[in-house]
Nanobody, 126 residues
């Protein structure tokens, strides 16, 4: 897999952004894909993941009800729709992929995940 994120930028509090994670390799539809974020001075944390077929999703408590993960396997792309953004959502967002099942334990250890993107910066500020 070769993952690349896009869609980051500057947005005002309460606004929305949609991040994309596109794979330019092969076998994307076999992998669960997830999003992580790392805020300045903080450890990276798991945000959301989606199963290979898209029928199962998982969210961190901090984003439930505001973020929605989805995927289009025909386009080799996973999306993260982020609504009602808060300043504390400011971070570099990374996508990752792995063959393991998406769920609460999917995110860790991070070193075990098969592939990572380079990250995209989201800044929520007025």
């Amino acid at each position: 897999l070769q993952l690349a994120e896009s869609g980051g930028g500057l947005v005002q509090p309460g606004g929305s952004l949609r991040l994309s994670c596109r794979d330019s390799g092969f076998g994307f539809d076999y992998y669960a894909v997830g999003w992580f974020r790392q805020a300045p001075g903080k450890e990276r944390e798991g945000v959301s993941c989606i199963s290979s077929s898209g029928d199962s999703t998982n969210y961190a408590d901090s984003v439930k009800g505001r973020f929605t993960i989805s995927r289009d396997n025909a386009k080799n792309t996973v999306y993260l729709q982020m609504n009602s953004l808060k300043p504390e959502d400011t971070a570099v967002y990374y996508c990752a992929a792995d063959l393991s099942k998406c769920g609460d334990d999917w995110y860790y250890p991070e070193s075990a995940l098969d592939a990572w993107g380079q990250g995209t910066l989201v800044t929520v500020s007025s």
